[in-house]
């Protein structure tokens, strides 16, 4: 049974800057494993942010960015706005399969 | 605007069955992967199934394999996913989703209760 485990939560002042990370129980994330990555608000369908690790869909804010960080993928947020304040979710690739990730609820104080 | 709409969803016995539809719209609905994702009430999302382009190729998760089957008719713009052998477990909102290696539109969902 394969886990993708994101951090619980995380706070972040107004203009701060935070970055959430996705780890796979099956070894370090790479590329290949198409990292995606998804907004979600109490009572709305998930927004997609990111594809392919670090590709922005053309809606995506500019302060949003994805990357690869020391074996895990990451989403970073840089001038976090009120409106950022959500659940937070990775997806990954396993050949076929997917698995999303535990959820990282974002708070913006 | 790419709209994706869920329907059938309901109240089911446990061991009952149910077929939810996601009619695609505004998108080349056959040129395109899909998948379906649910959410337990105040859980994460959970991946469901996946279905390539052409329907030759689909992936379960483990939770419901040999029980819900994903299919789609490219002639209708419909995606389906039949649902057997429910279980409450399996209570959730079922989103239907566009993509295969970038995941980008999602549907509004269905809510699918399994009780007595």
């Known amino acids: 049974q394969t886990v993708v485990t994101q951090e619980p939560s995380l706070t972040v002042s107004p203009g701060g800057t935070v970055t959430l990370t996705c780890a796979s129980s099956t070894g370090a994330v790479t590329s290949g494993y198409y990292p995606n990555w998804f907004q979600q608000k109490p009572g709305q369908a998930p927004r997609a942010l990111i594809y392919?690790?670090?590709n922005k869909h053309s809606w995506t804010p500019a302060r949003f960015s994805g990357s690869l960080l020391g074996g895990k993928a990451a989403l970073t947020l840089s001038g976090v706005q009120p409106e950022d304040e959500a659940e937070y979710y990775c997806l990954l690739y396993y050949g076929g399969a997917y698995v999303f990730g535990t959820g990282t609820k974002v708070t913006v104080l | 605007q790419v709209q994706l709409v869920e329907s059938g969803g309901g109240v089911v016995q446990p061991g009952g069955s149910l077929r939810l539809s996601c009619a695609a719209s505004?998108?080349?609905?056959?040129?395109?992967?899909m998948h379906w994702v649910r959410q337990a009430p105040g859980k994460g999302l959970e991946w469901v199934a996946f279905i390539w382009y052409d329907g030759s190729n689909k992936y379960y998760a483990d939770s419901v394999k040999g029980r819900f089957t994903i299919s789609r008719d490219n002639s209708k713009n419909t995606l389906y996913l039949q649902m057997n052998s429910l279980r409450a477990e399996d209570t959730a909102v079922y989103y239907c989703a566009k993509g295969a290696y970038g995941v980008d539109y999602w549907g509004q969902g269905t809510l699918v209760t399994v009780s007595s």
């Open positions: 392919s690790t670090s």
């Open positions: 505004e998108f080349t609905f056959s040129n395109n992967a």
